[in-house]
């Protein structure tokens, strides 16, 4: 939680929330919910971050907003053969001296998404395009199998 939201400007505060993220996002073996931690802020940004999926007849198109984040910024990446990860981090402006927010509504953090690719989809066949803020992921489709042929079988005369 960012206390300069709710009017709590003071250095004390701004050292026990960059506490609280250090503590959050360290890799701490010794915390039971250090799994259940990264679990939940995963699963917040994925809520955050929208997204449509379009099919037509060739490719599924998916089209993510990822507001104020560059190309650079931007991961696209199959897991587990079939998953299909979109990943990426917007960071605070830093501060500059003499000013202050007044209100921060812009979302900052982590942007994720995951989609499971159909059987269909073809892994090697990935193109990622970023403009204005909207990432948009083709991923071709397999051309459907072909019909297989019975087997013929001869008959031998004995």
């Known amino acids: 939680m960012d206390f300069r939201i709710m009017g709590f400007d003071s250095p004390l505060f701004h050292t026990l929330h960059h506490m609280m ?3 959050e996002d360290g ?3 010794n915390n039971p919910n250090a799994a259940s931690r ?10 955050a971050t929208p997204a449509d999926i379009k099919e037509d007849s060739k490719s599924y198109v998916f089209v993510v907003d990822m507001p104020g984040l560059k190309p650079g910024d931007i991961k696209v990446q199959v897991e587990e053969e079939n998953v299909l990860l979109i990943s990426g981090e917007r ?5 500059k001296e003499g000013a202050k ?3 921060m509504e812009r ?3 982590k942007l994720m998404r995951k989609f499971v690719l159909p059987e269909n989809a073809n892994r090697d066949g990935i193109t990622a ?3 204005d803020g909207v990432l948009t992921v083709t991923v071709e489709k397999l051309p459907p199998p072909e019909p297989k ?4 079988i001869e008959v031998e005369i004995c």
């Open 101 to 103: 927010y007044i209100r």
């Open 27 to 29: 890799d701490n073996k």
């Open 91 to 95: 960071m605070r402006e830093e501060e």
């Open 149 to 152: 042929k019975p087997k013929t």
């Open 21 to 23: 993220d250090l503590h």
């Open 129 to 131: 395009v970023c403009k």
């Open 38 to 47: 990264t679990y939940v802020r995963d699963a917040k940004a994925m809520a």
């Open 107 to 109: 979302r900052v953090g």
